[in-house]
Structures are given as structure tokens and as C-alpha cells.
């Protein structure tokens, strides 16, 4: 019986609905012969998707949580759909948590203290402490998104960002750019993201024979609008400006372009601009965004499938490093020919 | 002691991380005289914040879940941030489901199924079923976001869509634009929010002696980028183009402002937009959007006060209707003296 609802199990058991939650729930006061009878209504009629009439038949919930620095940001909100997408498919639920990027937060949900049924997590930590995270107690399968530089016994998936880097890069290079900003490079610490872009970019333009002059490289705190802005600006009061600009987030383009607008720059034939994320607006924005795409759909399948994997089959098993596609899209930020923006 | 963590839980009650771990998941099988010891431990050291524990102590995990019809909307995603804040301050902590706008995935919420663990539910539903809803346990406090139509017992948290699509529509006449389209009627069924939005619109447009033409309402299926830039297709293709265009969501009116521009026309000099939920981008876009503001914070405060209110309090009291304030905000996108778009 499809979208069977508590009603109905409650009708073929013989008993109320009330109970029933309390059976699903693993309330203990239920008689064990009422349990078993609603356990069979349950199975008879397919009660489902329940996460927690599941879990007890099981002893997994099917639920997954996510865990992400910020849903403000599009890429982990876009990304968060896809994870949800993968888990659907494999008949799994998730529960999205925001750390807002805190330790304390990020260590918990790592810990799978959050929230005891969860199954597993998947987790993309902004500054997780590595020597925190290896006293958790490994109960709670985990599985972390994007670079890190921790050494913790957790799978990975991330993309080849050295190698996105440099083909935004070289793409820039390619129309004839040599004055080329980047945005993104924090002040404060190393991040281990920004490193493999940096890298990726400072090896296109060597190869190129550009010299990198560090003052196109001006600090930013955060990947956010504001902040591309700012940089933005910093690189418009130079003396000799960029002709293009390599931002590793498509909120710092987003600021970045915005800024060179209103300095009455026209993108892209003053200020060439690529992103880093295709997160949806880039298609829409005027000029719309070359912007390295990173396949957030194989993110999140090879996530969910390695969770599931050491949830369902082999929690021992080495952990391994997983690698999705990415791709460069160009679009109107980048094609002179382009209507002016 | 700030910040205590398992394993000083475990040192100070003389037991294995494991054995606290157990007594905090609930599990059944840890002899009674060592849950003491360990609840004693984790009560000398303040171990928080732990919904588990504090369930413990409590019956209530201190989880509300937030349940949204997609994260990949802005709105969705700002408001979400909102909530966590406000739960946040509030000393709670926040799951947050995307229910797809699927009706069973919203029913399983707002009942309460989805975790049981969580202590009640924010839910903006799309297509819940009024019938099925009410037929769910009230045992889950819940408080409903966004304009209902529904006559269930629920708190609900709304603004005046009325009065604000009235006075986005007031601002165009201001301009002197006569000629204003409307993207965002859907075609199918009435929603309570569009219907709101809509009687606002025809209620400036009466007040100004300016006639409605029923063709400068084109159907739109979702709130889209892509809905929006469809729309506008379909206004642009009229004998007598509109002058303006007052959309019910910022990413329709992000989509529109791209499908004029891909059309040749400057915005606004050609066409005033007027958005709708003041998304972040829209400040940063080019050009900045005019658009109403809803202000976030005061729904997620007033949703997470009423939520915890039927939680903590009065979980009888008679049923409220919560009305968060709203505001327009003048951006570029409705402004002929700003640099063109």
C-alpha cells in the first residue's frame, strides 16, 4: 500500500494511532505482543518512508546528516540539494546543519553528538581542529567534502583544485591577459582550498613566462560578496590595474564585478572576471560568469555512497580519497564579443 | 568546565568513553548505579551543548526542525540562517529539512516523524494537504511560515503580502510607468501568497484609475530564475510591452532582468523591476535590485519564540497569527538616474 499513513497501520493492527507512534518512536511501555502486531501492520502495509519505524527494524535510522559552514552561501545550499538528491535515491533521508564554520560546532557533528540517530556525516569542515577531531570516538561514520590538510582517518571527496585553477588561468592567458588579480587569499592562515588555487594559478602563469606581482594578490577574509568587493577595489586603486581577475569564489566575482561597475569599468572588455563554483545566479547575472564548475552531483554521489559504504559494509575499510570532475564553463565575463554588461 | 568533552566526562566518572556515550544515546543496557555516576559527571561538568544530555534531563532535546521547500532558494537559505541564530540565542539548536514542496515529506514533518528527537517544527509548506495534516498527532508543536490558507490549529508566522505588493506596485505608478507587468501568477491552483501579492497589485492599480490588462499577467509555474526569464519572453512579445514588471520573488525578477537584457533593453530606462524577499544578490547585481524586504529576523524570532512557547509553556493556548514587519528598498533597478545596466 503506497503512502501508507499511521492511520492505516493503526487500523489493520487494531489498536490506536497513538500507539503506533509509540511503537515507531520505541516508546518501552508498549506490550510487547501490541508491538509485534504493529511492527507486522507496518511491514504488511509498507509503511515508509519512516525513517524511525526503519531504525527499529534495523537498527539504523536511514537518516545522513550535512554538515556545512553556511547555507547563505549558494555553492553549499546547491550542493546540500545534490547530497539530498544522492540520498533519496538510496532510500536515505538527511538532516542539513549549519556550523556557521565553528570548531565546537564542526567537532559535535563530526562526533555525531548533533543528533543520535543519525546513520553517518558528511561534513565540510571550515576549521575543524585536527587534534580534537582524532580523539572523537569513531562510532559515527564520517565522510569529509572538500581539501583539507587533516590527517584524521575520515574518507574524502574533493575535487582537482590546483588543476581548476590553473585552467581558469590559462584560459584568462589565453585572451591575452597578463595583468591577472586573484581574490581569495586569505591573510590569516593557510586554508588548505586556497593553497591547491593559488598553486594552480601561480604554475599557469609560469608557465606562461608572467611574472606574479603580489599586489594583485590583495587579502580577503571570507568568500563573500563584501569581500570581493573590497579586494576589488584594492586592485582598482593600483597604479597599474589588473585586466582580469581570477576570484576563487563566485560571491567574491559577484563583489568583484560589482565594484568594477561601479567604477565604470565594463566586464569584460576593461576586467576580464572567472569565478569558481557555477553556483546558479552566474548564469543570469549580467554579464553572466565564466566560472570553474566543480561536478557538485558526482560531490555528493560519492559522499553519500561512501558513507553508505562504511554504514552498510565495511566501517574498517582503508579510507580512500575520492576525486570529482570539474569543468571550465566560459560565458559573458570572459567573451569580448558579448553584448557589454 | 567550559567546553567539556566525553572524555573528561569519562575520566571524571571513572568509566570508558564508550559507557558515557551509551548513558548520553540513551541505550538501554548500562547497569543503573553507572548512568548515575555518569549523569553526576556530566552535570559537575556542565557537558553542553548536548541536546542528547539535556534530553536526558529534560525530556526535550532542545532540536527544533526548520523544514523548507528548497534551500537552493536564497530566501529559503537566509531565513534558515536566521532561524539558527534566533535558536541559537534562545539556547536550542537547528535540523533543517528540504521537503522538496513534496506534500508526503511535509506531512511526515509537520507530524513529527521525520526525528524523533525533535522537540517541535517550523515548516513552510507548499503543497501540504489540509486534510492529511489534520489528521496528524499534535503531539509536535508546530508553527507554519509564509501566507496559509489552511484552517489547521497551528501557529502561524507571516507578513502583510498585500500591503507590501501594493506598495512595490505604488512605487512604479510613482514613476510614472502605467504599463507594469506582474511575474509570478501561477497557473495551476491558488496559492495564498500569490493571491495576497495579486490583491495588492490590482489594489494600486485601481487606486491610480490604471486598467489591468489581464495579458501583462503571464502564467508561471515556480519562482524560478528560469520562470522569471520565460515570463518576461512572453511580455516582451506583446504589441505593447510593459514599462515595468513586479515580480513575487527576486530570483523571477532575476530571471526577467536578464531575458530584457538579452532583449536589448536597459534596465531601468527601458523597464523598471521590482523584486521580491530582498536576497542577498540583489544588492550586488547589476544593476541592484528594488525589492521587498521581508525582515527575516523578525519572522525566525517570532517563529522560534512561538515554537518554543507551545514547547516549554502553554502548549494549549489558543492559536496565533504573528504578522513580522516589511520594508521596500529602492535600489538601481527602479532608479532612471542610476549608471544604466
Known amino acids: 500500500m503506497a503512502g501508507a499513513r499511521l492511520k492505516d497501520v493503526a487500523e489493520r493492527a487494531g489498536v490506536s494511532i497513538k500507539t503506533v507512534s509509540n511503537v515507531v518512536r520505541g516508546e518501552i511501555r508498549v506490550a510487547e505482543q501490541t508491538r509485534q502486531r504493529v511492527l507486522r501492520a507496518i511491514a504488511e502495509l509498507d509503511y515508509q518512508p519512516n525513517a524511525s519505524a ?3 527494524r534495523t537498527g539504523r535510522s536511514g537518516i ?4 556545512v559552514p553556511e547555507l547563505v552561501a549558494p555553492y553549499f545550499a546547491e550542493l546540500a540539494a545534490e547530497v539530498i538528491a544522492a540520498a533519496k535515491k538510496r532510500g536515505c533521508t538527511v538532516l542539513i546543519e549549519d556550523t556557521g564554520g565553528d570548531p565546537a560546532e564542526e567537532l559535535r557533528i563530526a562526533c555525531g553528538l548533533s543528533d543520535p540517530l543519525i546513520d553517518g556525516v558528511l561534513l565540510s569542515p571550515l576549521s575543524l581542529d585536527e587534534a580534537m577531531l582524532a580523539t572523537r570516538e569513531r562510532r559515527v561514520p564520517l565522510v569529509l567534502l572538500g581539501e583539507q590538510s587533516y590527517r584524521i582517518p575520515a574518507d574524502h571527496v574533493l575535487i582537482d583544485n590546483s588543476a581548476a585553477a590553473q585552467e581558469a588561468t590559462e584560459h584568462l592567458l589565453r585572451l591575452g591577459r597578463r595583468r591577472i588579480g586573484v581574490i581569495g587569499q586569505p591573510s590569516d592562515r593557510a586554508h588548505a582550498t586556497t593553497v591547491q588555487r593559488m598553486h594552480g594559478f601561480l604554475t599557469a602563469l609560469h608557465a606562461a613566462g608572467v611574472p606574479h606581482d603580489p599586489r594583485l594578490a590583495p587579502d580577503t577574509v571570507a568568500f563573500t560578496r563584501a569581500d570581493g568587493a573590497s579586494a576589488m577595489r584594492v586592485l582598482l586603486g593600483l597604479d597599474e590595474p589588473p585586466d582580469a ?9 559577484s563583489g568583484a564585478v560589482r565594484a568594477a561597475h561601479e567604477h565604470g569599468l ?7 572576471v572567472v569565478g569558481f ?5 552566474t548564469g543570469y547575472s549580467v554579464p553572466s560568469l565564466t566560472t570553474v564548475s566543480p561536478n557538485k552531483r558526482e560531490i555528493a554521489e560519492l559522499a553519500v555512497d561512501a558513507v553508505l559504504q562504511r554504514i552498510t559494509a565495511d566501517a574498517e575499510a582503508p579510507h580512500t580519497r575520492l576525486t570529482a570532475g570539474h569543468s571550465l564553463v566560459v560565458r559573458e565575463s570572459t567573451q569580448p564579443d558579448s553584448p557589454p554588461g
Chains 1, 2 share one sequence.
Do not use: G, Y
Open 54 to 56: 526503519r531504525h527499529l
Open 64 to 67: 545522513i546528516a550535512l554538515a
Open 245 to 253: 581577475v581570477f576570484c576563487f569564489s563566485d560571491l567574491l566575482a
Open 266 to 272: 565594463r566586464v569584460p572588455r576593461d576586467l576580464a
Open 277 to 281: 563554483d557555477d553556483i546558479q545566479e
